[in-house]
């Protein structure tokens, strides 16, 4: 394409964000584009050079390779939420972790990142390079940085639609955040931001479904459950429940901290929390 040319060519990529716009895509693929691109006289042939251009221009963003988010630059287009950004990065999603914290209303801290709760059979985006951030799930878009936690899929559940500003999201609910804090701390915050949300949420959690997803998701996450709970003072019969659950071995109650303190051998935990730990 000659430098005569290519403006002619922008001002029709130009043209092409406002026919996204008009038809609501905010967040589009290539193909999108490419299906809108006759309404607009933008040839085939010329569409990845007027995507180059309007990237460089900074009329939209790329998200991933394929996928582009219109810039609020567009006249009448506001910010695309970081949540919604999500949802079109990785299918499932959900919101999740020390995100869906937050957004419960479950801690004052300011999450590190949006965390993103999907499967282990559909693939994140990745980095080109190698780095230890990106095999670790980290991706930026801008000046946000997003973190999936892939887990198996019969383990994907507890999940619910809401709003976020104007963006419809999945989002994990209030009693599969909890857990969450409790089977992976590193994502919540620590054990102890965890602890704190079940202190927040006390009188809101459905103690029926959260030990419910418990028990789906295994006997050291019902186990950690029914030590936070009684705990916390909680006189719900399903606490008993809990208890009576067969296991083999002490688990830690913070999976992320050291392997000492006392062993509670009601709950078959080794309460290794700082305050609780003996030297």
């Known amino acids: 394409m000659t430098s005569r040319t290519r403006p002619k060519q922008t001002l029709v990529g130009i043209e092409l964000v406002r026919q996204l716009a008009y038809e609501g895509d905010r967040i589009f693929t290539t193909d999108r584009a490419r299906e809108l691109a006759p309404r607009v006289g933008l040839k085939d042939s010329y569409l990845g050079e007027a995507l180059f251009h309007l990237r460089q221009n900074g009329w939209i963003v790329p998200l991933r390779r394929g996928l582009y988010a219109l810039s609020s630059s567009v006249p009448g287009i506001s910010d695309t939420h970081e949540f919604e950004v999500a949802m079109a990065l990785v299918q499932p999603a959900a919101i999740s972790h020390w995100s869906a914290m937050s957004y419960h209303g479950l801690t004052e801290q300011t999450p ?66 909890l857990l969450d804090g409790i089977s992976m701390p590193q994502y919540c915050g620590d054990f102890g931001e965890a602890i704190h949300a079940f202190e927040v949420a006390m009188d809101r959690v459905d103690i029926e479904r959260i030990a419910n997803y418990a028990e789906r998701l295994g006997v050291t996450i019902s186990k950690r459950l029914g030590w936070v709970l009684e705990h916390l003072g909680n006189q719900s019969p399903i606490i008993e429940r809990l208890a009576s659950i067969p296991i083999k071995g002490y688990r830690m109650l913070d999976p992320t901290g050291a392997r000492k303190g006392p062993c509670n051998s009601r709950w078959m935990i080794q309460e290794n929390l700082p305050g609780l730990v003996t030297t």
Not at 135 to 164: L, N, S
Request: net charge negative; proline share 5%; glycine share 8%.
């Open 112 to 177: 590190r990142g949006v965390f993103v709760l999907t499967t282990t059979e559909h693939s994140v985006p990745r980095l080109q390079d190698d780095t230890s951030s990106n095999r670790d799930g980290h991706y930026p878009v801008g000046e946000v940085t997003y973190k999936f936690v892939q887990v198996r899929p019969e383990r994907y559940f507890g999940t619910q639609q809401v709003w976020v500003g104007d963006s419809r999201v999945y989002m994990t609910d209030l009693e599969r955040t």
